[in-house]
């Protein structure tokens, strides 16, 4: 048993040295990728989920007509069915299951790492959304921002995706 054990130790000694090239692979190609720095720029996106995002929803700007057609893909557009009088609205279904895992972890690293985020997150939960839900509405309006920048490559600017609404006065900080 000692003996197994020990090549079973080696295996995955294997298996973690090879991940650790594979990560320093992936770094490098995200870092040197046109769009990599655009996605950076965007809270909650570091190199490791990035690259994922990036990998899932890929680097052809002209792959999805519009903002919308790229929430539809990663299931972050609601589905609403309404018949007669009665209608519903849920959670799509039909989606990039690996693009929408992603949203979801990107939308909570978003929420625990940035104030804007944060405060869209608690304004979610205080309307009577649960967790999830208020995840997914974030990561609707995240894919709509982060599409926005990468069509016109501009890098995010927290105060230009949250610009006060007119006829509001701006709170400061506190």
């Known amino acids: 048993m000692g003996t197994m054990l020990r090549g079973l130790v080696g295996q995955l000694d294997a298996i973690c040295a090879a991940l650790t090239e594979l990560e320093t692979v992936i770094d490098a190609a995200f870092q040197t ?6 996605i950076s720029s965007v809270p909650g996106l570091g190199v490791a989920l990035g690259a994922r995002l ?11 007509a519009d903002g919308r057609a790229l929430k ?7 589905v609403t069915r309404a018949s007669g009088r009665s ?9 990039n299951n690996r693009l929408a895992a992603v949203g979801y972890v990107w939308a909570l690293a978003a929420v625990r790492h940035d104030p804007h985020w944060e405060a869209q997150y608690r304004a979610r ?4 959304d649960r967790h999830v839900t208020a995840l997914r509405k974030m990561f609707n309006s995240m894919l709509g921002k ?17 610009r006060p609404t007119p006829g509001k006065p701006e709170t400061a900080a506190a």
Request: proline share 4%; aromatic share 10%; glycine share 10%.
């Open 33 to 38: 990728h046109p769009d990599g720095r655009i």
């Open 54 to 64: 990036l990998a899932e929803i890929g680097d052809d700007h002209t792959r999805f």
């Open 72 to 78: 539809a893909f990663a299931g972050a557009a609601p």
């Open 87 to 95: 209608s519903f609205v849920h959670a799509r279904r039909a989606k």
């Open 125 to 128: 939960r205080a309307a009577g």
């Open 146 to 162: 982060l599409h926005h920048c990468l069509l016109t490559g501009q890098l995010y600017d927290s105060h230009q995706a949250f």
